[in-house]
């Protein structure tokens, strides 16, 4: 089905009432090239930014092992306070 809608700040507007089976479900959303500035996101994939990245959240990413949401949230905050209260 192809619906019509309104971006606002982060959310989408259907402009027609529709009922959905499910409270979140995937989309995909077309948007004009000539409505997308140029540079805002960086490029995730870059190799510099997954090292900068990865020196954050510590030994545990640059040794491979996988790390639990609670260990990036700790590790996070950790840099966070190393960079701006300590």
Do not use: C
């Not at 402009?15 to 409270?23: A, C, E, I």
Request: proline share 5%.
């Amino acid at each position: 089905m192809q619906i019509d809608a309104i971006y606002d700040n982060g959310r989408l507007i259907f402009t027609k009432p529709v009922r959905l089976k499910k409270k979140r479900l995937q989309l995909k959303v077309m948007i004009p090239d000539t409505e997308i500035e140029t540079g805002q996101v960086e490029d995730m994939s870059k190799p510099g930014i997954r090292t900068e990245l990865n020196d954050i959240l510590g030994s545990i990413r640059r040794t491979g092992q996988k790390a639990s949401p609670e260990q990036d949230k700790t590790a996070w905050h950790e840099h966070l306070e190393d960079k701006y209260i300590r």
